[in-house]
């Protein structure tokens, strides 16, 4: 029970995708102007991330290892994925067509947000199982959201500061990025608890 | 190889079936988004955009067909709040639609008003009253400066005058810091 | 009786006592230059609609005559301040931070002060509605610098009964010693006031507050009320700290009850009113006078600071005069120190907002340092004593994020000024709230304007499409019966018909008729035009009087043409001929 905690802090916190890991950068500068957008992206993330760990386990497991087609793995897991996108994209257009509006390009651009295949072929590096998979997925999700939530609370107070011109707009952002990324380098430490 | 065909292809049956599926159950009816974009424009329906009104406007936008520029009564803080419900960039007004004025209602001349009714017609929201070959007049609180009236009128009777502050209008300014010279004493 | 606190506050230096040693002068007769006395009365005095003026130049008007109407309920009523002459209704400029103008009716004052007949108002034999009416008229306001409609205040909370009436005495700013004046000189008729106030909401009981640095009115007020023996009435004293006499902060240091943000101390059974409100409520229902003065503190850089009974539109000039400001004087300031706005000029008038006037120097208000950045110490949310955080409020108003700044509730914010007060970085944080607050309201009325303006334009809409319907279908019903009409006639004349439809098809043009002669089953269209140009045939109809001529009138009408075709080659020599 505790490796499943472990599993989860570890992939919020630790290892967090964006701040860590460096990955899915794309939709977390794009989409963090504002902290609805954000909570949005958050949770659409999330639920494809983890749909997608879930999926790829499933294919890598039962499908691919089987006939020694290990060499497709990236290929289907794409396929998987964008699947998984375009339900999602489907679902929140018919419940939010205002968020919908607004992650815009960044919507189907999940599937390309390397995150999401990152996260599965971790998984498979790993060698999690299916419970496991589907925890880790899970955990980086909700980091990924977590630093989107973070990054536009800034990003939101930002917009009353004071900043230099040259600086305004992404440049600021990536400054600040870069300053968070330095505060959860400090998490590092977590597993030494263990 | 042939397994290797046979799992993609597989894959791609099952996937397509769930996607073709989910299109049908999901199939999104109607447009909320034009409402949004619709509270956010003037109301002025002078066409300045192109478009017979507001509304058309706003579901134009909606379809990503109208670029968010092209509104001059809603000047620059309309773009921005365009750009920002949309989440598109924001772009200064268009000049071929118009450039951004002061909030002007039309005034009726009525020595030279001839009761022909024309500007009645064109105005889009009934803010003139009268009858033919009578005097007519604008309602000034109804009246939302868009100047279709102006070009239609056979007699050149009707102004734009800009409307003037006044006690309650008046808006408390931007706190300014007075930079004074450092005096040595 | 057990007190509450509310958080934050200051204590500034008060300088009450200067203008506390002589007793309320009756303000002197306008007069300047030995120029004829003018009144200039503001029509717009209260929060709500302008007033529709009465009186025109010319009029003769007598003291605590109407001349300007309540425009619908949320306004309140003007009235002549002295009998005389309305020399113009006119725009003159306002006692108003901004300088501009609005439309005053200007009285030359005869002198002789010629009541209007006043008859006391009797408010037990009347309906509360009638009394609120009343009031209006009576141009009835809030005397503590809000000038809110009293009317408006007058209705019982939840279930027609209000707990506790609050009388605001308190009177918490610098410099002002209007009421404290008030309650010393009138102690008497402001508890009269009180208890038409306590009758008319119902109330269960009446405190009222003062701040304990005024011992004088709080005797007197306490004389007042045993003298009056009444046994629901307190007097109470607070404690002195700046804000206390705010309404929602003297409500929770007399009852503890906080009013939290949107809603009404009525929900909770509490209403407040001050007492110069009651002192004017006192005057109207039981003198029948109007609200047409008001107590005036003159205080600052003045050499002799007093508190004057001020007719409502006497011009500050006449005012001061009597105090004698200094001559470094630099500036006029209505209100406090704290929240006084800054007036454009000594010529405008009293009004029922000035509670005080405070003539400022250098020396007095020395210019407040540089503004410098933001520390985000948190002083002046320890000092809001609106539960505010100024801080985000400065934040997001400097920055114009206006929504945010309404996320953090701007708009309970009192502007008391004391953020600004304590601020170490010397921040005008209170402009900052006034420019935020000045806007989002301008935005929301542009706003409702769109949405007017959208409503009429799918208005308009709807009956265009529904006139376009109407016509269509009047026309629809016009040609199904003239396709009745030329089946009929199909029906019955067969032989007839191709003839009938060639000679048709002729009379409109002969190529574009589809339908030639041997057409033995007429074509419907070609049915239609004819019985369309029957119907025309029909309606052209001969003037009866050109038929069955007498020979006379044959050669009457000869001549007339001929005298016209001769008029017409004279004019236009160059034309042919008609016909």
Known sequence: ?194 | MLAALLVMALGAVVLGAALGFAAVKFRVEGDPLTEKIDAILPQTQCGQCGYPGCKPYAAAMAKGEADINQCPPGGDEGIRKLADLLGREYKPLSAEHGVEKPKALAVIDEQRCIGCTLCIQACPVDAIVGAAKQMHTVIAAQCTGCELCVPVCPVDCIDMVPVAENITTWKWKYPVVAIKPVTTQ | MQLFDFNGGVTPEYHKEASTQSPIAVSPAPSRNGLKNFLVIPLHQSIGGTPRPLVSAGDRVLKGQRIGAADGDMSSAVHASTSGQVVAVEMRRMPHPSGLSALCVVIEADGRDEWIARQPFDYHQHTAAETRDYLRDAGVVGLGGAVFPTHLKISPGKGGKLDTLIINGAECEPFITCDDLLMRERAEAIIQGVVILRDLLAAGRALIGIEDNKPQALAAMTAAVQAGGHQDMAVVAVPTRYPAGGAKQLIRVLTGIEVPHGKRSTDYGVQCFNVGTAYAIHEAINLGQPLISRIVTVAGNVAAPRNYAALIGTPLHTLLANSQPLPDTDRLIMGGPMMGITLPGDEVPVVKATNCILVGSPRLFPPPPPEMPCIRCGECAKACPADLQPFELYWFSRAKIFGKAQEYHLFDCIECGCCAYVCPSHIPLVDYYRFAKSEIWANESEKAAADQAREQYEFRQLREAREAQEKAARLAARTAAGRAAATNALAMAPVTAPAATSAAASAVTSAATPVTEPAQTPSPQAALIAAALERARAQQVQPANTTNLTPEQQAEIAAIEARRAQIRTQAHPHLPPDD
């Open chain 1, 1 to 194: 029970m505790t490796s499943y905690l472990f599993i989860v802090l570890g992939a919020v916190l630790v290892n967090n995708v964006v701040f860590v890991r460096i990955l899915g950068l794309c939709p977390f500068m794009g989409v963090s102007k504002k902290l609805e957008t954000a909570i949005g992206m958050g949770a659409a993330t999330t639920f494809v991330l983890t749909m997608a760990c879930g999926t790829s386990y499933l294919i890598d497991r039962w499908l691919l290892m089987p006939n020694q087609l290990e060499y497709l793995r990236t290929l289907s897991f794409i396929v998987t994925i964008a699947a998984i996108v375009q339900l999602t994209e489907l679902v929140i257009q018919k419940t939010s067509p205002m968020l919908h509006q607004v992650l815009g390009i960044y919507l189907p651009l999940i599937t390309t947000n390397c995150a999401v295949l990152g996260v599965p072929l971790l998984n498979i590096g790993m060698q999690h199982n299916l419970v496991e998979s589907l925890l880790f997925g899970f955990g980086g999700a909700v980091g990924f959201t977590l630093a989107m939530i973070l990054f536009a609370g800034i990003r939101e107070r930002l917009e009353g500061a004071d900043v230099p011109v040259h600086f305004r707009g992404t440049a600021i952002a990536m400054i600040t990025a870069g300053l968070m990324s330095l505060a959860f380098m400090g998490f590092a430490g977590l597993d030494k608890y263990k």
